[in-house]
Every structure is written in structure tokens, then in C-alpha cells.
């Protein structure tokens, strides 16, 4: 199981869920955090999904289930055309995902997408070589806090185009957050059908269920895993 934290946060928000799964998962570091050396604000989609690919390729050989929370449902449909022949199942836990060729910001906020690139644009320039919790042997990067990352994350992320382009037909599923105070309801239908799941998880638990209901989030991989 190959976990793919959302923004501001890193690898370690999955580490309740973890200790409660029943097969090996592997938990992963996007670009701009920890060791995974690059400017957050600038980090593309296909270089997220390479570094994906290379840690896990390094770790768990055989078949996959993804797994991306919130801003890392974006990457899942790459991630899965590049895996295409170990893939069992895509889970988007609160997961943001958009059509083949357009941004999440589509959807998210339609009426915004011109004020949010230039909002991006503003961060990019003054967050410039930046990372959220770099490890003490990263030299020449900036430091932000998660709250920073968290937006700055979001909006780099939702801001490029998805492909769907070479993903299998595997299960999708998507984990509803009931208490979910980031995305309401006709927002999760709406990126419910983006993703084209086939199969709705309901979870009493606020926006990210890693940190605040890890039990339950587990028991419903768990089952999707089985």
C-alpha cells in the first residue's frame, strides 16, 4: 500500500494508520520536505510522481493499492499509468482529482481560477527555495511552517493538469469525510465523479482522517486491501 500524504504535511501523518494495517505500505515524502530536496512552490506534478516512483520501486516490489489524501489524490492517475501492471486498486482519501487535461482548481473554485495563478505566482516568488521540515543535512533551502506549506502546496498542486491518460481499470474508491469542513458535500460528489469511483467510503472524521480517526481509516484500507 502506497500512502501519498496531501499538502503541508509530510510522510509522518500516516504513521497511526501504519502501525494498524494488515499488509506492507510504504509511506512517501513529496518533493520540497524532509530529504526530498526542491523549492515547494515549484514542484511539478511529473517530479512528484518520479519521486514516488523511485522510493517505492526501491521498497515494495509485486502489486499496489494507492492511496492519496486530499491534494495527493492528484497524483494517483500519473502514479497509476506508470504502474499500470502492479495495480490493484486507487483510494482517494478526501482526494483531490480533476478530468483528464484540467486543473483541480476547475473544480474546486471555478470562478477563481485566474485570481488563484496569481496568487500562486506571488508565492512562488517570495517562497522561493523553501521546504517544510528539511532534514539538518539540507543546505541552502528555507524553512516554512506547515500552515505555510499547506497553502502553498495546495493551490501548486491544483493549478496543473491532470492526466488520466494510461491509467488501468482498477476499483477506485473514494473515502467521504463526514465532518469534512474543507470540502463539502456537493464538492465531494463533484470529485467523486472526477475520480470516477466506483465505490464510496463514509467516515465520521474531519478532513484528514490520518491524524484524527487512524482506527477507522485503517479498518476501511484494510478491507479495500483484502
Known amino acids: 500500500m502506497v500512502l501519498v500524504h496531501g499538502a503541508g504535511n509530510t510522510a509522518g ?3 497511526s494508520v501504519q502501525a494498524l494495517l494488515s499488509c506492507r505500505s510504504v509511506a512517501v515524502n513529496l518533493p520540497g520536505r524532509r530529504d526530498r530536496v526542491a523549492g515547494i512552490a515549484d514542484v511539478a506534478l511529473e517530479d512528484a510522481v518520479g519521486s514516488i516512483i523511485a522510493d517505492v520501486d526501491a521498497l515494495a516490489p509485486g502489486p499496489l493499492v494507492l492511496v492519496g ?8 492517475p500519473q502514479l497509476a499509468a506508470r ?3 502492479r495495480l490493484q486498486h486507487m483510494v482517494f482519501v478526501a482526494g483531490l482529482c480533476a478530468p483528464h487535461g484540467e486543473k483541480v482548481v476547475s473544480t474546486v473554485r471555478p470562478h477563481a481560477v485566474a485570481e488563484f495563478a496569481s496568487r500562486l505566482a506571488v508565492l512562488r516568488e517570495k517562497f522561493r527555495d523553501c521546504m517544510l521540515d528539511p532534514a539538518p543535512t539540507v543546505a541552502g533551502m528555507r524553512a516554512i511552517d506547515e500552515a505555510t506549506a499547506l497553502g502553498i502546496d495546495s493551490l501548486n498542486y491544483m493549478d496543473q493538469p491532470v492526466s488520466w ?6 476499483p ?5 469525510c463526514l465532518r469534512d469542513r474543507i ?7 463533484q470529485l467523486i465523479s472526477n475520480c470516477g469511483a466506483s465505490r464510496v467510503v463514509d467516515l465520521d472524521s474531519g478532513h484528514t482522517p490520518a491524524l484524527s480517526a487512524p482506527k477507522d481509516l485503517a479498518r476501511a484500507l484494510n478491507s479495500l486491501a483484502s
Request: net charge neutral.
Open 165 to 170: 491518460e494510461g491509467v488501468p481499470a482498477v
Open 172 to 176: 477506485r474508491t473514494f473515502v467521504r
Open 83 to 85: 504502474w499500470a501492471d
Open 183 to 189: 470540502q463539502p458535500r456537493p464538492l465531494q460528489e
Open 13 to 15: 501523518v500516516w504513521a
Open 69 to 76: 489524501h486530499s491534494a495527493g489524490g492528484i497524483l494517483l
